[in-house]
């Protein structure tokens, strides 16, 4: 296998530096992705590379694709969410300022993405591989929406596993948890609030959600831990002398490997009087055994593995996927977001040597 040369790593991570900043000046908010699905198609056809594109979602394979090798997904995506009003600096002005990159998307994905396209291009025009690789630049992940990576699966190569770059401090995400969102209704009678008429809906909602609030469901995952359901928004009534006859709440629920989308939601219907409609089952967890080579190729590095809270392109893969890339994912969505410089080049050579035991 051919060595990992500095000065290869080196012209990489300055290519990605400067991609990086290129996508940060770039507004892409989730489904306004196509300024910066130009980019990247510009970028990797300037280095000799064919795209193929499907909305905004852009992708590419090695050029010794095989069909009959297993197929590796390197994957993260290029929307973000918009800037809070908490921003003091320019989001869209990438800044190099005491050793980090400010800029919205710095950090949530746009490191993790340029670092994956880094280590895609090194073994590009490789002959010797194991694995086909397939790089997908992924659409609407803010938004989980249905235009972005789960549009392009059925138009690519089966995939065998996957890395999806999300920031970690490439630390080794095994598990994730997926996500259920409940619109619930409570049911009652409306009256006149000044005397004894009515059902109110508010007290029905209130004894369901506090079964929601204690409830402990019996299998806990070893790497994700317990279920966890929130009540995030409740509404109800339209004046103060009307006993409402409905209050609606919606619920979010991550749910770990131990239970299915649907066995959690017949859990909560024979629990709670509310009618409970999901919004969709779409939303998987996820994991990889940390037997897998991916996994051992990391932990070799002397990283650690450890369970996610937080939903990602993951939940619409059905194959063993890892989460990993640089940066923190306590700074995503932040204001004056930012990524190490280090981070950057620690991401592009993290890939490449977890690769190369592997691919």
């Not at 709670?272 to 932990?299: C, K, Y």
Request: aromatic share 6%; glycine share 6%; with cysteine.
């Amino acid at each position: 296998m051919p060595s990992l040369f500095t000065t290869d790593v080196d012209t990489l991570a300055a290519d990605a530096l400067a991609l990086l900043k290129q996508l940060i000046a770039t507004p892409s908010f989730s489904r306004d992705e196509n300024h910066t699905a130009d980019r990247l198609e510009t970028f990797l056809r300037e280095r000799d590379v064919p795209t193929q594109r499907l909305k905004n979602n852009v992708w590419a394979v090695n050029r010794q694709f095989d069909p009959a090798k297993p197929t590796l997904l390197l994957n993260s995506h290029h929307d973000t969410v918009k800037p809070n009003t908490s921003w003091t600096l320019d989001p869209f002005s990438p800044l190099e300022q005491d050793g980090k990159l400010f800029g919205l998307g710095s950090n949530d994905a746009g490191g993790c993405l340029v670092s994956l396209i880094a280590a895609f291009l090194h073994f590009y025009d490789r002959t010797d591989l194991a694995y086909n690789i397939l790089l997908i630049a992924s659409a609407e992940e803010e938004i989980s929406g249905r235009d972005g990576l789960e549009l392009v699966l059925p138009h690519v190569p089966t995939i065998d596993f996957a890395i999806v770059g999300e920031p970690t401090e490439m630390q080794l995400a095994i598990a994730e948890k997926g996500l259920l969102v409940l619109d619930c209704t409570a049911h009652g009678i409306s009256g006149h609030a000044a005397r004894d008429e009515g059902d109110n809906a508010i007290y029905h909602a209130l004894q369901d959600i506090d079964w929601l609030r204690t409830y402990q469901f019996p299998r806990v995952s070893p790497t994700l831990g317990p279920i966890k359901m929130s009540v995030t928004i409740i509404q109800a009534g339209t004046q103060h002398n009307v006993v409402p006859d409905a209050c609606t709440f919606t619920v979010d629920v991550r749910v770990t490997e131990q239970y299915t989308l649907e066995e959690v939601i017949a859990i909560i219907r024979t629990n709670i009087r509310s009618d409970v409609q999901p919004r969709s089952i779409r939303l998987t967890p996820s994991s990889i055994p940390v037997e897998h080579p991916i996994v051992q190729a990391g932990l070799a590095l002397g990283r650690h593995t450890y369970g996610s809270p937080t939903t990602s392109d993951q939940a619409v893969l059905s194959c063993p996927s890892l989460k990993c890339g640089p940066g923190h994912s306590g700074r995503s969505h932040s204001a004056n977001e930012f990524l190490y410089l280090r981070e950057l080049g620690e991401g592009v050579r993290g890939y490449i040597q977890m690769l190369e035991q592997v691919v």
